[in-house]
């Protein structure tokens, strides 16, 4: 029974945590949605001490917002917020990639091209999840091969920002990023161009900051 042990109190944290982000991100909690831990906490099956260090966490990130001894409420979606994430965001990519492209196998070239291939297909289809998936399944490829720990944790950080402005333009009928700019992404990767792969990525999250603008 040595495989049997107790969850550790971290493990719940997180899992309370991911699941209230991705709720908020796909728009099942509303901005401007008054969350209580209690309730949140009998529908995760969780003790209500791990909601409440999400919820930290969440205001944190900026997905929550708290007033005490009041209220704890989605934040709306702020233009200016998710302009600001994507340039951050943005940064990060174009600093991963710049180190990751002479270090990407053949193996990884591979990964990028079917999540891309998936990518384009989603949007194809109108479905969002999938698309946003495969995005960032493509984009985590070079994330993982820099090995900039730092850089990924700012990424994961601000992304659910974006994400939910993305869902909502990508469910009004609006573009979803690319397949063609991931495709001349991956081209430029393929071929060792750093200085094209970066300016891809650029173009990519330049594209990102004028949604929030539009």
């Not at 728009?27 to 409440?52: C, M, N, Q, T, Y």
């Not at 990130?61 to 917020?81: C, H, I």
Request: proline residues 3%; glycine residues 6%; aromatic residues 4%.
């Amino acid at each position: 029974m040595e495989a049997i042990r107790p969850v550790s109190r971290t493990l719940l944290r997180d899992r309370a945590y991911a699941a209230i982000r991705d709720a908020i991100v796909a728009g099942e909690i509303e901005p401007g949605a008054v969350v209580r831990d209690a309730e949140l906490a009998e529908r995760l099956g969780l003790s209500r001490a791990p909601v409440r260090e999400a919820f930290s966490r969440l205001v944190d990130e900026g997905l929550l917002e708290s007033k005490p001894q009041s209220y704890t409420r989605v934040t709306p979606v702020v233009a200016a917020d998710v302009r600001d994430a994507a340039a951050v965001v943005g940064a990060m990519h174009e600093l991963v990639t710049r180190v990751a492209v002479d270090r990407l196998r053949a193996s990884d070239i591979e990964t990028m091209r079917e999540a891309n291939e998936r990518f384009a297909d989603a949007v194809g289809t109108g479905d969002v999840d999938s698309a946003l998936r495969a995005d960032d399944e493509l984009h985590e490829v070079l994330i993982r091969a820099s090995r900039n720990r730092a850089a990924a944790a700012t990424v994961a950080r601000y992304t659910p920002l974006i994400r939910r402005l993305e869902r909502r333009r990508f469910g009004e009928g609006g573009a979803c990023r690319s397949p063609g700019l991931h495709e001349r992404l991956i081209e430029a990767c393929a071929a060792g161009d750093t200085e094209a792969a970066v300016r891809v990525t650029a173009e990519i999250w330049r594209g990102l900051e004028e949604l929030a603008a539009d």
